[in-house]
């Protein structure tokens, strides 16, 4: 079973900076990576798959690259809206299956 | 617009069953597979399974399987998931999601998901 690893755990930054966040894959996932951003009380929203694809509607602030078994996940210019929980998720495409990592908790600084 | 509506909130005692729904609409439910994930109370986000409404083929997380069942009902759209006897530890809130292809039909990923139900199992 392929592990997840976000790190960090949470990450203090100010508005207007930028956020770089990690995932790490027990074993290479290629490029099946995605990731999801999640506010309190809401339901996840999807950023980026295949690594680096942006979802539509998805700002071009944000941005994600990486591909094996390290993978980043990068905000620039840190809005208000930004800060939230950000889960990185590995997919197998046949038979399906996908594990999550435990999320990074991006907090204002 | 695609949308998944989930049932309400659940109230239930340890050893009771529960049959949560996942309506679909703005597609046709046979399209996409649909996949279940559980969160705890301040925990992240765990796969319980997929499944295909065309067939109904399903598929378990290892960690999962036995513990849940996973259905559809194609005539009215909607998807289930469904426990015969609740512990407290199912207490968490449940989400459905639409698993979407990119055009190479490599790549996937969930959406949207459901608002979510809020399952609690107390006694």
């Known amino acids: ?109 | 617009e695609v949308q998944l509506v989930q049932s309400g909130a659940e109230v239930k005692k340890p050893g009771e069953s529960l049959k949560i729904s996942c309506r679909v609409s703005g597609y046709h439910l046979l399209n996409n597979w649909i996949a279940w994930v559980r969160q705890m109370p301040g925990k992240g986000l765990e796969w319980i399974g997929i499944i295909y409404p065309g067939d109904s083929d399903a598929r378990y997380s290892p960690s999962f399987q036995g513990q849940v069942t996973m259905s559809v009902d194609k005539s009215i759209g909607t998807a289930y998931l469904e426990w015969s006897s609740l512990k407290a530890s199912d207490t968490a809130m449940y989400y459905c999601a639409r698993r979407e292809l990119d055009s190479s039909g490599y790549h996937n990923w969930f959406d949207p998901w459901g608002q979510g139900t809020l399952v609690t199992v107390s006694s």
């Open chain 1, 1 to 109: 079973e392929i592990v997840m690893t976000q790190s960090p755990a949470t990450l203090s930054v100010s508005p207007g900076e930028r956020a770089t966040l990690s995932c790490r894959a027990s074993q290479s996932v290629g490029s099946n990576l995605a990731w999801y951003q999640q506010k309190p009380g809401q339901a996840p929203r999807l950023l980026i798959y295949g690594a680096s694809t942006r979802a539509s509607g998805i700002p071009a602030r944000f941005s994600a690259s990486g591909s094996g078994t390290e993978f980043t996940l990068s905000i620039s210019s840190l809005q208000s809206e930004d800060f939230a929980v950000y889960f990185c998720q590995q997919y197998d495409n046949w038979p399906p299956r996908y594990t999550f990592g435990q999320g990074t908790k991006l907090e204002i600084k």
